[in-house]
């Protein structure tokens, strides 16, 4: 059932405060560089600070080792690092580490899925995901998966691969049936950048079963595009994707799966080609208007209508699939970044707009809800006037859901890099700072932070500096976030 302009306008009229909260703070709703519901519109400076000084674990402190700057009482493991760490079949970790899961393992360890982001052909990088026998989609490709075990005691145990042979492994997402989605941000086609095989697809790897994650399939039914990543809706079985992509915009998808199909291991692989439809979205305002771009929200609390439009060649055999959609069909974003689903829904990033999108900002964080197709705006970060300064933050890109409240989020920013904390009445606060310069003295560069998720217990966050590849464990003593 389509929701009509007519549709939302008088639903926001029946529910109030329901629709269009402008003005309200509502959850996550302020951050340091974010812009404050009440006051500050797009392309504000933030304000110094992170809240109250309850909030969060402390500043900061500077490591000596150069790594990871923690609060007081915190402390990491390296659990793997390009170059140093070695799979069980002898070759190097892989580089570029990127999108992660976590899952329960044997004896109370954890396995770890974690994306390889390497493009195009294998000679350009010293460390590529090795083609294990089996696992290979297409041999001209450097990216894949690890899987990475660690003990109930958090040491690294091994790490194998789960497929090889895919392109620009980004994100991704966990599935309520224990697999990962591994998602390639491309559009490289057979013959272009080397490449034997088609690329812009996602793949299932399951980290218990090897057997299964042989002769790897694209779920061709997702789509080819710059996938970013993918959360599944478990009561209602449909999936909803996220496409980095610009000239013009990228979009949000939904794909609602063919009548009578039943999730569960493997069975994506089992779909064909056309199963089930993929669909972009169309949002309006509370007044029934059409919005073009999801950057015109200049306060949290904005809440968009959302219908759903079909994709007309999903594999984009001739036309990217975003370029399929004239101007008014569907609603476009900049940058559409990690997914994670909780609280009924999906939480979606975009990381930042800039000239190529009606306003600019630093970062957004949607939640959309499925029961009232409705997208709400959560975070907004104003442009960053000096990201070289420590103390605002920009560009989120992975993120999750806390069992501590709210969210952790990483960031991919410019200037320094943090993982970084957001309550569910809207504050912020660090939680670490990248300190491995991979530049120079004179000008400094701190890579992104990627792959943020907590073990099934809760103990240990995980994340990745992407460059040069490295894996972290975070423990301490974590506490609820109000």
Request: aromatic share 8%; charged share 20%; proline share 7%.
């Given at each position: 059932?389509s929701?009509?302009?007519?549709?939302?306008?008088?639903?926001?009229?029946?529910?109030g405060?329901?629709?269009?909260?402008?003005g309200?703070?509502?959850?996550l709703?302020?951050?340091?560089?974010?812009l404050?519901?009440?006051?500050?519109e797009?392309?504000?400076a933030?304000?110094?600070?992170?809240?109250?000084?309850?909030l969060?674990?402390?500043?900061?402190?500077a490591?000596?080792?150069?790594?990871?700057?923690l609060?007081?009482?915190?402390s990491y493991?390296?659990?793997?690092?390009t170059?140093?760490?070695?799979?069980?079949?002898?070759?190097?970790?892989?580089s570029?580490?990127?999108?992660?899961?976590?899952?329960?393992?044997?004896?109370?360890?954890t396995?770890?899925?974690?994306?390889?982001?390497?493009g195009g052909?294998?000679?350009?990088?010293?460390?590529?995901?090795?083609?294990?026998?089996?696992?290979?989609?297409?041999?001209?490709?450097?990216?894949?998966?690890t899987?990475?075990?660690?003990?109930?005691?958090?040491?690294?145990v091994?790490?194998?691969?789960g497929?090889?042979?895919?392109?620009?492994?980004?994100?991704?997402?966990?599935?309520p049936?224990?697999?990962?989605?591994?998602?390639?941000?491309?559009?490289d086609?057979?013959?272009?950048?080397?490449?034997?095989?088609?690329?812009?697809?996602?793949?299932?790897?399951?980290?218990?079963?090897?057997?299964?994650?042989?002769?790897?399939?694209?779920i061709?039914?997702l789509g080819?595009?710059?996938?970013?990543?993918?959360?599944?809706?478990?009561?209602?079985?449909?999936?909803?994707?996220?496409?980095?992509?610009s000239?013009?915009?990228?979009?949000?998808?939904?794909?609602?799966?063919?009548?009578?199909?039943?999730?569960g291991?493997?069975?994506?692989?089992?779909?064909?080609?056309?199963?089930?439809?993929?669909q972009?979205?169309?949002?309006?305002?509370?007044?029934?208007?059409?919005?073009?771009?999801?950057?015109r929200?200049t306060?949290?609390?904005t809440?968009?209508?959302?219908?759903?439009?079909?994709?007309p060649?999903r594999?984009?055999?001739?036309?990217?699939?975003?370029?399929?959609?004239?101007?008014?069909?569907?609603?476009?974003?900049?940058?559409?970044?990690?997914?994670?689903?909780?609280?009924?829904?999906?939480?979606?990033?975009?990381?930042y707009?800039?000239?190529e999108?009606?306003?600019q900002?630093d970062?957004?964080?949607?939640?959309?809800?499925?029961?009232?197709?409705?997208?709400?705006?959560k975070?907004?970060?104003?442009v960053?006037?000096?990201?070289?300064?420590?103390?605002?933050?920009?560009g989120?890109d992975?993120?999750?859901v806390?069992?501590?409240?709210?969210?952790?989020?990483?960031?991919?920013?410019e200037?320094i890099?943090?993982?970084?904390?957001?309550?569910?009445?809207?504050?912020?606060?660090?939680?670490?700072?990248?300190?491995?310069?991979?530049?120079?003295?004179?000008e400094?560069?701190?890579?992104e932070?990627?792959?943020?998720?907590?073990?099934?217990?809760?103990?240990?966050?995980?994340?990745n500096?992407q460059?040069?590849?490295?894996?972290?464990?975070?423990?301490?003593?974590w506490?609820?976030?109000?």
């Amino acid at each position: 059932m389509s929701l009509s302009r007519r549709d939302f306008a008088k639903r926001s009229a029946y529910t109030g405060a329901g629709v269009a909260l402008v003005g309200s703070a509502g959850v996550l709703a302020t951050a340091p560089g974010a812009l404050a519901a009440e006051a500050t519109e797009a392309g504000a400076a933030g304000r110094p600070g992170h809240g109250g000084p309850s909030l969060g674990y402390g500043p900061l402190i500077a490591d000596p080792k150069g790594i990871l700057a923690l609060p007081k009482g915190f402390s990491y493991k390296i659990i793997t690092r390009t170059g140093e760490t070695k799979l069980e079949s002898g070759e190097s970790t892989p580089s570029n580490h990127d999108g992660t899961a976590t899952f329960e393992g044997p004896r109370g360890a954890t396995l770890l899925v974690n994306n390889h982001e390497l493009g195009g052909p294998r000679s350009k990088w010293p460390h590529p995901v090795p083609l294990a026998d089996g696992l290979v989609y297409d041999p001209a490709a450097s990216g894949g998966c690890t899987v990475v075990e660690v003990s109930k005691h958090g040491d690294h145990v091994t790490e194998w691969v789960g497929i090889a042979g895919t392109a620009t492994n980004c994100a991704g997402g966990r599935t309520p049936w224990g697999t990962w989605l591994t998602c390639e941000e491309t559009e490289d086609k057979a013959g272009r950048n080397g490449m034997t095989k088609d690329h812009g697809y996602v793949f299932e790897v399951d980290p218990h079963d090897r057997k299964a994650n042989r002769d790897p399939k694209p779920i061709k039914a997702l789509g080819r595009y710059a996938h970013e990543a993918v959360v599944v809706d478990p009561g209602r079985g449909h999936l909803y994707l996220t496409e980095d992509a610009s000239g013009p915009n990228g979009l949000l998808y939904r794909w609602v799966p063919p009548q009578g199909f039943e999730h569960g291991r493997g069975k994506l692989r089992t779909l064909a080609d056309d199963a089930g439809v993929l669909q972009a979205p169309k949002c309006y305002d509370s007044g029934g208007n059409f919005v073009d771009d999801l950057s015109r929200a200049t306060r949290t609390g904005t809440v968009y209508g959302v219908d759903w439009v079909p994709v007309p060649d999903r594999d984009a055999k001739s036309v990217s699939v975003r370029k399929q959609f004239a101007d008014g069909q569907i609603t476009r974003a900049r940058k559409l970044e990690g997914m994670w689903w909780a609280d009924g829904g999906a939480y979606i990033v975009s990381s930042y707009a800039r000239e190529e999108s009606p306003v600019q900002h630093d970062g957004q964080v949607w939640f959309y809800d499925p029961k009232r197709r409705t997208l709400t705006l959560k975070v907004l970060l104003g442009v960053n006037p000096d990201p070289s300064k420590d103390g605002a933050f920009d560009g989120p890109d992975n993120i999750t859901v806390s069992p501590y409240g709210g969210l952790v989020i990483a960031e991919d920013g410019e200037g320094i890099q943090h993982l970084f904390g957001a309550t569910e009445d809207g504050r912020t606060y660090p939680i670490a700072r990248n300190e491995l310069n991979i530049g120079t003295a004179g000008e400094p560069e701190f890579s992104e932070f990627t792959g943020v998720v907590f073990s099934p217990d809760g103990s240990t966050l995980f994340a990745n500096i992407q460059v040069p590849g490295i894996m972290l464990a975070i423990t301490g003593p974590w506490r609820r976030q109000r």
